[in-house]
């Protein structure tokens, strides 16, 4: 088994950019006070993945965090490896990366960078980590590292040629395919998007208008239809692929869900709770997570 440890459940979050970074600090740190052993970051087209990390590592002590994910088209191959090796040794190994080819909208359109072959190019972009010099003090071997797969063809690379996974925006029944065609010993991190709020009508309103986002990338919409989700599953989206993705309800509900990911195979399982307003982190869910779900 990979020597990466974030605990069994921890944060996803994508709603700290919309902070000042002074508040990050005092956020990050009272995350840490409520007992979660690690935090999920995001990077698309706010701040740069590793300099929040620092951030985040520089305000806590004993929080991991980790990238889910850095872009492979942001860096080339060799300042992902070496900023990895630098952020690693100066927080004492509470820093794990996860990598991904993001999607052709964000790369072509946002990057001006073609997306053609991206898992060719992740197994090649893999390979030039591993190999990338680094003449500086710190791991001598680039340390574990996940990567951001759905498909087959990536899972079997993650675990063949890196530490793990990284799945997003998947059920459990993702989950165990992924355990299934990985093999007992890599590493296995679903993220799983949950809302407290015991309301049918208006938990399924807010997980519609965050599943819109996701279900517009190709990525996300071909995994689900190999899972076999129809077109008006997906059209919809549906209410039972809204109740599929996102887990809703009180915490026993939740909790089920993670412990779902946790049956299928999943080492852990990284928790983003939903929000209407993205300047509005939801601290207080936050907390109401911690008590019911760091005992799993």
Same mark, same amino acid.
């Given at each position: 088994?990979?020597?990466?440890?974030? +605990? %069994?459940?921890?944060?996803?979050? *994508? &709603?700290?950019?919309?902070?000042?970074?002074?508040? =990050? !600090?005092?956020?990050?740190?009272?995350?840490?006070?409520?007992?979660?052993?690690?935090?999920?970051?995001?990077?698309?087209?706010?701040?740069?993945?590793?300099?929040?990390?620092?951030?985040?590592?520089?305000a806590t002590s004993t929080l991991k965090v980790a990238t889910g994910i850095a872009q492979i088209h942001a860096r080339d191959?060799?300042?992902?490896?070496?900023?990895?090796?630098?952020?690693?040794?100066?927080?004492? +190994? %509470?820093?794990?990366?996860?990598? *991904? &080819?993001?999607?052709?909208?964000?790369?072509?359109? =946002? !990057?001006?960078?073609?997306?053609?072959?991206?898992?060719?190019?992740?197994?090649?972009?893999?390979?030039?980590?591993?190999?990338?010099?680094?003449?500086?003090?710190?791991?001598?071997?680039?340390?574990?590292?996940?990567?951001?797969?759905?498909?087959?063809?990536?899972?079997?690379?993650?675990?063949?040629?890196?530490?793990?996974?990284?799945?997003?925006?998947?059920?459990?029944?993702?989950?165990?395919?992924?355990?299934?065609?990985?093999?007992?010993?890599?590493?296995?991190?679903?993220?799983?998007?949950?809302?407290?709020?015991?309301?049918?009508?208006?938990?399924?309103?807010?997980?519609?208008?965050?599943?819109?986002?996701?279900?517009?990338?190709?990525?996300?919409?071909?995994?689900?239809?190999?899972?076999?989700?129809?077109?008006?599953?997906?059209?919809?989206?549906?209410?039972?692929?809204?109740?599929?993705?996102?887990?809703?309800?009180?915490?026993?509900?939740?909790?089920?869900?993670?412990?779902?990911?946790?049956?299928?195979?999943?080492?852990?399982?990284?928790?983003?709770?939903?929000?209407?307003?993205?300047?509005?982190?939801?601290?207080?869910?936050?907390?109401?997570?911690?008590?019911?779900?760091?005992?799993?």
């Amino acid at each position: 088994m990979t020597s990466i440890d974030l +605990g %069994r459940v921890g944060i996803w979050q *994508g &709603v700290l950019d919309q902070q000042p970074s002074a508040r =990050v !600090r005092e956020l990050v740190a009272e995350i840490e006070a409520m007992g979660w052993p690690s935090l999920w970051l995001p990077e698309s087209t706010g701040r740069d993945a590793f300099v929040s990390s620092g951030v985040m590592l520089g305000a806590t002590s004993t929080l991991k965090v980790a990238t889910g994910i850095a872009q492979i088209h942001a860096r080339d191959a060799v300042t992902m490896a070496n900023a990895y090796r630098t952020i690693h040794e100066a927080y004492d +190994g %509470r820093f794990v990366l996860g990598i *991904g &080819v993001s999607h052709a909208p964000m790369i072509e359109g =946002v !990057r001006n960078q073609p997306y053609v072959k991206p898992f060719t190019l992740m197994k090649d972009y893999v390979a030039a980590m591993k190999a990338a010099p680094f003449t500086a003090v710190g791991a001598d071997e680039l340390p574990p590292f996940v990567l951001a797969a759905l498909g087959p063809k990536m899972l079997r690379l993650a675990a063949g040629e890196t530490a793990g996974a990284h799945p997003y925006f998947v059920p459990p029944e993702h989950t165990a395919l992924a355990r299934d065609t990985m093999g007992p010993d890599a590493y296995l991190a679903p993220e799983q998007m949950v809302i407290l709020d015991p309301d049918a009508s208006s938990a399924r309103s807010l997980a519609r208008k965050e599943m819109a986002r996701y279900l517009a990338l190709p990525n996300y919409a071909n995994n689900l239809r190999r899972l076999g989700w129809s077109e008006d599953d997906l059209a919809g989206p549906s209410d039972r692929l809204v109740d599929a993705i996102i887990a809703w309800g009180g915490e026993d509900e939740v909790r089920a869900r993670v412990q779902a990911h946790l049956d299928a195979g999943a080492d852990h399982v990284c928790v983003q709770h939903l929000v209407e307003d993205r300047r509005n982190p939801p601290v207080a869910e936050w907390r109401r997570l911690a008590d019911s779900l760091l005992s799993l």
